[in-house]
């Protein structure tokens, strides 16, 4: 048994209207699909699923809404014909295929996956591919982009036009693979055929760039250690943030700010990285003692080793917000410190881990154990290596850098 509804949900949209789905219950599980309209509460009817007289065009919204069920009726009985077992996965499946009005729209689907993202609290994801979506509307310039039409020859269009605007293979590679996501999502959950897949032309693996090993020696990493900030007491905390990453096998600066007290034992620091969902247990180095012996007593106390969160209930946008603000006024003095080292190269948040293993490197450790840069080329190796060794084996390693 089947049951079609229109319904307004609950939760407000950011202009302050409810937002009408579709809804397809079946088997005791339900599903939402996006209508174009949203309204007040008091321009609906619940127990009828339609618009009211205060509703401006509520009378032409409402048939509208009516070829909504219709549609929805027609592939229900459809399948009950074919296969009277079918699932509400069937019907979703052919509903997005054969009458979703926005089945066919890039930026819709795009829409669809950042909210998800969003709810889901995935506020980086959800960032790219946003920024991914308004990039190629500015390309397209056009309100809809049929899946259809991103095709290899697109690609390359759209490729060179993010060159022309100053694009690296790195940023053409990274709106390329969120193109490239949303076609697998958009495959996977049957909303388009596979034949459209249009990367088994265009290579997104040409685009690896060699790009700048970004790393410091050790020598320079010690002229940061020591430096006398007797006279610039504001960069204290960079410092300590910078010694801290270099000596926690690069950990970023994400996985620091989010860092609990709870996640430091005796010896040992254990987190999971944020971005690789990778478990890391970090043998306790001097250095890394002295910091946190610092934030002991200089922190905000509460849950977090670092005074970068002040709160403790910040929401996923909060966060995301939180960090882009911290992460700006790190890189920004962390400058500052290399011009005080007489360091010239151009040192932000990702230098201490590329830093990390080059100074490994350095000191003789085998390729093993470190491959042969943190640099964005061969950062996944690394960082596999790094994940794979026995903890043991890295902690002495890491005895080295002492």
Not at 20 to 26: A, D, E, H, Q, Y
């Amino acid at each position: 048994m089947i049951t079609i509804k229109i319904v307004q949900r609950k939760k407000k949209l950011t202009n302050g209207l409810f937002p009408i789905f579709l809804r397809i219950t079946k088997d005791r599980q339900s599903k939402f699909y996006k209508t174009p309209f949203s309204s007040n509460e008091s321009e609906w009817i619940p127990s009828t699923g339609t618009f009211n007289r205060k509703k401006e065009n509520y009378f032409q919204y409402n048939r509208l809404l009516v070829k909504f069920r219709e549609r929805a009726y027609k592939i229900a009985t459809d399948l009950e014909i074919e296969n009277p077992d079918y699932t509400l996965q069937d019907f979703d499946r052919r509903y997005r295929i054969t009458f979703n009005p926005v089945s066919n729209d890039v930026f819709a689907f795009f829409d669809e996956i950042v909210e998800e993202m969003t709810f889901a609290g995935r506020i980086g994801n959800a960032k790219s591919y946003k920024d991914t979506k308004t990039s190629v509307q500015i390309f397209h310039k056009y309100k809809k982009l049929h899946f259809r039409d991103v095709n290899p020859t697109f690609l390359s269009k759209y490729d060179a036009f993010l060159r022309s605007r100053g694009g690296t293979d790195g940023g053409v590679g990274v709106k390329m693979r969120a193109i490239r996501a949303l076609f697998n999502k958009a495959i996977e959950r049957g909303v388009i055929k596979e034949s459209l897949y249009p990367f088994k032309t265009y290579k997104i693996s040409n685009l690896r760039g060699k790009g700048f090993k970004r790393a410091l020696d050790f020598e320079e990493i010690m002229r940061i250690i020591n430096l006398d900030l007797s006279d610039h007491p504001h960069l204290i905390n960079t410092r300590n943030y910078f010694v801290f990453s270099f000596y926690t096998r690069g950990m970023n600066f994400a996985d620091m700010m989010c860092l609990k007290w709870k996640d430091v034992e005796a010896n040992v620091i254990y987190y999971t990285r944020a971005k690789t969902k990778g478990n890391f247990s970090i043998a306790i180095m001097p250095p890394v003692q002295k910091i946190l012996d610092y934030y002991r007593i200089h922190g905000y106390g509460n849950k977090y080793v670092f005074p970068l969160l002040f709160r403790e209930d910040y929401t996923p946008t909060q966060l995301a917000d939180r960090k882009h603000k911290m992460l700006g006024i790190y890189n920004k003095e962390l400058k500052e410190i290399a011009k005080l080292c007489n360091i010239t190269k151009n040192v932000s948040s990702y230098v201490a881990r590329h830093s990390f293993a080059n100074c490994l490197k350095q000191k003789g450790v085998a390729t093993d154990v470190i491959s042969e840069s943190l640099g964005h080329q061969n950062l996944g190796v690394t960082q596999a290596y790094l994940k794979e060794l026995d903890t043991a084996i890295v902690s002495k390693a890491l005895e080295v850098l002492l």
